[in-house]
């Protein structure tokens, strides 16, 4: 649609199209979901446990809210809220000024990301500082810092539960956080 203004003896042409395609495209409704979503639940089965065990989903919420015998780490909210503020400050008016009727999805998509870097770090971090360690043991070499992942897979199952980081082991829930573009 377009439109005339009159100003004075000038006549000046506001082309509102591509203004009218974005509103258009906003008013879609569109959202972002981030966390394990339905194709990443799956844990592969391994001569541990089967594929009935927990799902990466099921895991996500005990260590979100924790247990009578696990407390609460949370991987999803704790991130998301403490880093939000920042994605937004940092991007949001830089993401608004490059948005087009064209890239509406793409500008959630990119939102997802970021928000998907914070749950990352978070995981690197355990939790920024915040999550409870099972147990910090003494390095078997009296040396600083965490056994190397190559070495700890080594260690019998028992030992391996003295140097156990929560969230961190396996890294099955880590890999499995997804993001994906929904319209309502």
Not at 109 to 125: V, W, Y
Not at 139 to 149: A, E, Q, Y
Request: hydrophobic letters at 35%.
């Amino acid at each position: 649609m377009r439109q005339d203004l009159r100003l004075t003896n000038s006549r000046i042409r506001l082309n509102t199209d591509n203004l009218e395609k974005i509103q258009k495209q906003l008013g879609r409704k569109l959202f972002v979901k981030v966390g394990v979503l339905g194709r990443t639940a799956a844990r592969p089965a391994d001569e541990d446990r089967t594929s009935q065990d927990l799902t990466n989903a099921d895991l996500g919420i005990i260590h979100e809210f924790g247990t009578a015998h696990i407390p609460a780490r949370s991987w999803l909210r704790m991130p998301l809220m403490a880093k939000l503020p920042a994605i937004f400050k940092k991007s949001g008016q830089r993401l608004l000024n490059k948005m087009t009727v064209e890239n509406v999805r793409d500008i959630f998509d990119e939102l997802g990301a970021r928000c998907m870097k914070a749950i990352d770090q978070a995981f690197a971090s355990s939790g920024f500082g915040q999550w409870a360690p099972n147990k910090i043991p003494k390095h078997p070499k009296g040396k600083k810092g965490r056994i190397k992942t190559s070495a700890y897979n080594e260690l019998p199952d028992q030992k391996k539960k003295e140097y156990s980081r929560p969230l961190i082991d396996t890294g099955e829930l880590r890999k499995s956080v997804d993001r994906e573009v929904k319209e309502t």
